[in-house]
């Protein structure tokens, strides 16, 4: 049975977005990275994660035609880095994460979403196409180096969890006001498997900002540190909009 919301006495938790998109790096997206954080900022979120679509239709685009894997990375790495810039003084913690979609089908373009906690940019720049491997390769190499791997929305549109051997969790509920996630499948799923579990917002307009999300504690300065909460304290409580 799934647990949520345990927290310690006298301890004092936060908002924190999980999941979301800059439109400087998702085509997806319709909102900067400066504007996605000011909302999260005046939405009085302490946390905001950016998880930019680690996707061939971002990292393999015409513009990008020509440059090195190391420059697609700085690329995908600036919709993070603008949000961050964007927040220095303030009390917005912005973090960086990626959502990689792996069995890519060629006639759509989708495939199934992972959210992942705890990369960095020199991980990303030595490991080229993580996209282009099978579950559990992708899952062994996130595995071996410390990374936290969530199925994103995994019953959106008709989809289903991919089986539970190749990720640590799933994203129980998914905010996003445009999408039919069916996240009570997701709940269930979640408790029959024993799965860590995230929430998250998946914002990608001004509309959708601060519609969910997890609660954390004060002190999370780093994504090693976010994936650190969780290994030691596992799921935290949800925040969960009416009606989503």
């Not at 995994?154 to 969890?161: A, D, L, V």
């Not at 990608?204 to 090693?224: F, K, N, T, Y």
Request: proline share 5%.
């Amino acid at each position: 049975m799934i647990e949520i919301g345990r927290k310690g006495s006298g301890v004092k938790y936060y908002q924190a977005e999980t999941h979301c998109h800059t439109s400087e790096v998702s085509p997806c997206s319709r909102i900067p990275a400066q504007y996605l954080a000011r909302g999260y900022a005046d939405a009085g979120y302490r946390y905001m994660i950016v998880t930019d679509h680690y996707h061939p239709i971002v990292l393999e685009k015409p513009d990008l035609h020509g440059k090195s894997w190391a420059e697609r990375i700085d690329y995908f790495w600036s919709g993070y880095e603008a949000a961050k810039s964007a927040m220095e003084g303030t009390d917005l913690v912005v973090l960086p994460a990626m959502e990689v979609a792996l069995n890519i089908q060629e006639e759509s373009g989708l495939g199934d979403d992972f959210l992942v906690y705890g990369v960095t940019k020199e991980f990303l720049k030595d490991e080229p196409y993580l996209y282009r491997l099978g579950y559990e390769a992708f899952y062994k190499r996130m595995h071996e180096n410390g990374f936290l791997v969530f199925q994103a929305h995994p019953y959106r549109y008709g989809r289903h969890p991919v089986e539970p051997v190749c990720y640590d969790g799933i994203e129980m509920v998914n905010t996003h006001p445009r999408h039919f996630s069916r996240n009570a499948l997701a709940v269930e799923f979640a408790a029959r498997h024993d799965l860590l579990v995230i929430g998250g917002s998946d914002a990608h307009g001004e509309e959708d900002i601060g519609r969910g999300g997890v609660m954390l504690p004060d002190g999370i300065a780093s994504a090693q540190d976010f994936v650190q909460y969780y290994k030691e304290n596992g799921s935290p409580e949800l925040i969960v909009t009416f009606g989503a």
